[in-house]
């Protein structure tokens, strides 16, 4: 069940003593296609969903930032004076927005507030971007800064490579910050661009959670970012976002076997990220679902950032006849994938797929249907 800001309203009365100036809210995320292309400059199709991370606040005066996490049921301060990283969980993606605010020269102010969300955490929905850009709405609003969506996103960004220590893309924050209800958003993540595309009628977004860690994904991650990296040296482009087909096959004879097939899952992906784009603006759902499957067959096979729990998942959806296609999402070796399914059909796909999952690996999966939601907004609050 969605939080309801209302709830959070009456809490932080509770709390406080009167009602919150504002209530801000930011999305996790889905990623329809475009895995693993964002740092490699290239193009990614998420959508944000109607799982979101919501903070109440008033502003202070004197430089401390506290918090109250509903869901750690624990209250984290901190002084803008003085930020000192304390690894100490939920309050440092908070402590990074600010620290990355003031990088930027702008000037955060202090606030208390409550926090709650209902991003599943490690899942692989960007429930840290999602607090991220929560935060980063949060001192917009107490300091009255201007919401530039894809700057607010770098902010973001910054703060997760730099002071939480994860050398992520732009994707998660970008669609957090950026996204528009009912529709999936084109990232170009060189320029920043984003095209609003929008969700083609008759389907919903199923997503699929293998209820597997992502043990491995630290570590594999910044290892296919520097496999990306030397795929771009060798072919002299700056990123594999400007080598194409017909430079892989005049060259890649001459790399290495596994760069090989990195770089190739990189330059198919961009091509198919802006396929599907087309395919969903003329309502080709069998072509878009087709593209979706090819996606988890070049993660799996050519980058190999699949599991068997997600391998698993995506054949238990695509076996159904209301899915037209499924992938791994996000970073891989577990969380989530997300399948492309006929909205009539969502509620009994979702009861069968779990049946299926959990028959042939033994683990409880957890199925969302998911809606197209808006970026990071302030829900309730005039500002004055
Ligand atoms: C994680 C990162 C993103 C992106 C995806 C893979 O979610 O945070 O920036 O690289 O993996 O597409």
Known sequence: MPIQPKHLDEQFAKCY?????????????VNLIGEHTDYND?????????RAIWIALRPRDDGQVSVYSIDFNQT????????TDEKSGWIEYIKAVAWSLQEAGLEPSGW???????????????????????AARAFAAVGNFDWDPAGMAKLGQRAENQWIGVRCGIMDQLISAAAVADHALLIDC????????PMPSGVAIAVLDTATSRGLVDSAYNERRSQCESAAEFFQVNALRDADLELFEQLAHELDETVKRRALHVITEN???LQAVEAMCRGELAALGTLMNKSHQSLRDDYEVSSNALDTMVECATAHDACYGARMTGAGFGGCAVA???ASAADEFAVKIAVDYQQKTGRTPAVYVC????????????GG
Not at 190 to 197: D, E, H, I, K
Request: hydrophobic share 45%.
């Open 17 to 29: 003593g009167e009602p919150p100036r504002w209530v801000v809210r930011a999305p996790g995320r």
């Open 42 to 50: 290239g193009f990614v199709l998420p959508l944000a969903i109607d």
């Open 76 to 83: 984290k301060e901190f002084s803008l004076d003085n930020l």
């Open 112 to 134: 208390e507030g409550i926090l709650v969300g209902d991003v599943p955490l490690g899942a692989g929905l960007s429930s840290s971007a999602a607090l991220e850009m929560a």
């Open 190 to 197: 060189r320029s920043l661009q984003t095209r609003p595309v």
């Open 271 to 273: 091509d198919r990220t």
């Open 340 to 342: 492309l399914i006929d």
């Open 371 to 382: 809606r197209a939601t808006a970026g990071a907004e302030i829900i309730t609050g005039a």
